[in-house]
Structures are given as C-alpha cells and as structure tokens.
C-alpha cells in the first residue's frame, strides 16, 4: 500500500511539474549573414529589442564571404558564399555537412523549394543555378537573383535590382510571370505564412506585398533603410535587415513595426530557423501512462504476494 501511494505521489508530482511549463513556446532563431565573413543568431522570440540584442551568438566564420541564408525541412542551413562560389551546408552545431563548389559564379541568394530542391542567384553571369537535395547539378535559368523565394507549390521567384522586376517560374524553370510595377531595386523576397509575397525595395527603403499571381496587395513605409533581406517566423512576424545604420527592424504580421536593434556590423541576408519546443500536454500524457503502468504491476505484484 505504502509503494502504491508514493508511485501516485511521484506520478502527480511529475505531472505538476509539466503542467507548470504549459506556457512554453516554440523558440525561433534568427540567422544573419554579416559583412564582417561570419554569421550570427538571434533569438527572436525575446519581447523586446535590448532582450533579442542580448540573445547575440556566433554561429560560425568557418564561410567566405556568406550571403544568402536557406534552412531545408530537416532544419540544416545552406550558406551562399559570395567570396569562393560555394554553398556550404551546416548541420546542428555549426558542423559542416557538405559543399557544394560547381556551377555557382559568386552566389548572392538561396531559396530551397518544398522538395528540397536549392536554387542559388548568381551575382556573376546572370543565372540561378538549381541543385538537387543531394546537390547535384539539375539546371540553370537565365534570369537576375538578387533576392529568391518559393512558395509551397515549388514555384520561384526572382527579384532583379536593376530591372526593378520579379519574375515567377514554375517548376520546370519556365517564367510564367513578371511583376515589373510598384516595385523600387528590389532585392530580398520572402512568402508569408499566409502566401503573399514581400519585396524589400532596396532603392526605395520599401516593402511591396503581392498576392502570388502578381496583384499588389500593399506596400509598407517607414523604418527601413536601404533594406536588403526578409525573413518569416513562425508566427508572422518578419523581420529585414537595413544595410544603412546595420540594424533588424521587425514587424509583425500586420506589417506594424515593433522595433529594432542594432547588428555588430552591416546585415546582408537573414533566415529563421524555428525550434519547436514539445507540447506539455504530451509529457503529462506520457508520465500517466508510465505511473499508471507501474501501479498496476504494483497492485498485480502485491496479489501474486
């Protein structure tokens, strides 16, 4: 009886103790390219810019001149270096994975496409090079790269500075739209977790926000600063980098600005990188079925006795 009791006793106990935790959150981190050679991380998930600042970490300067930034669905970070025309890929811990050295001319910006597919804009020449997720060499499209993105049909987009344009392709590499107003040196892209596609006008110190067959749905001013890049969290909230003053500005998912923060040297890309954290209510579950799996060995053990 005395065992019985103390293995609820510790079943209750646990349980509390999870439950204690149930306003644990999913933690995101903020990955930069700095114009420094290395990339930093952030956690973004702090409510205030002197609690996100505070969060400033190394992640690694074992790149050459990094740039645009992409997680795949696994959670490892694919790095565009500019400096020798690779694509470093990193799993946890900053440990390099792979490279890949072929088919890439000073690579800028990364996507990767809902199959895993890694397309890299190529500052020199012009192209956008796609590897597969193994990175092999698939194919090259003839179009700027300034800033890239895919939505979760696979499709591409493609911003061009000078052109001041964004062009889709569908997943055979065919252009099947061009946005070429309200648009301002576009450079970095992103889709929303609600499928608009965002542009940081570089030259314009702006963000246009289409629908993703083209219509303009808005444009947000102010705060900016000859942005570069823009990234997504997990819950709306997004983030850009302004290459004048270095520093974040984030927004959230209204486009309402909420604050910034001041980087250690000159943002070029971002990526978020979001760390689920377990549900609670799966622990208390868990330590149920355990407690009560063992207390009915108890009581079978006590009969048999």
Known sequence: ??????????????????????SAKAV?????????????????SQPTDSAVSGTLALFTS?????QGLAFDSTGNLYVANNGNSTI???GPGASVLGTISSNLSSPIALAIDPAGNIYAGNNLGGTISKFNSSG???????????????????????????????????TSGSAVLTINSNLNGPTGLAVSPSAKLYAVNQAGSTISVFG?????????????????????DSTGNFYVTNGVGSTIS????????????????????????????PEPSTWVLGTLSVSALMFVRSRRNKNIV
């Open 62 to 66: 074992n790149v050459n001149g990094p």
């Open 88 to 90: 470093s890929k990193f």
């Open 212 to 232: 993703l067959t083209g219509g303009l749905d808005s444009t947000i001013s102010g705060n900016t600063l000859a942005p570069n890049a823009i990234a997504f």
């Open 136 to 170: 092999a060499f698939q194919s090259s499209i003839t179009s700027a790269g300034s800033g890239l993105a895919t939505d979760s049909a696979g499709n591409l987009f493609a911003s061009n500075y000078f052109g001041s344009s964004i062009t889709k392709f569908d």
């Open 28 to 44: 995101d981190l903020l990955y930069v390219s700095l114009n420094n050679g290395t990339i930093v991380t952030y956690d973004v």
């Open 1 to 22: 009886m005395y065992r019985s009791v103390n293995l609820l006793r510790l079943a209750i106990a646990l349980c509390l103790g999870f439950l204690s935790m149930s």
């Open 250 to 277: 984030k927004f959230n998912s209204a486009g309402v600005f909420q604050f910034g923060w001041a980087t250690t040297a000159a943002p070029l890309f971002v990526a978020v990188k979001p760390t689920v954290v």
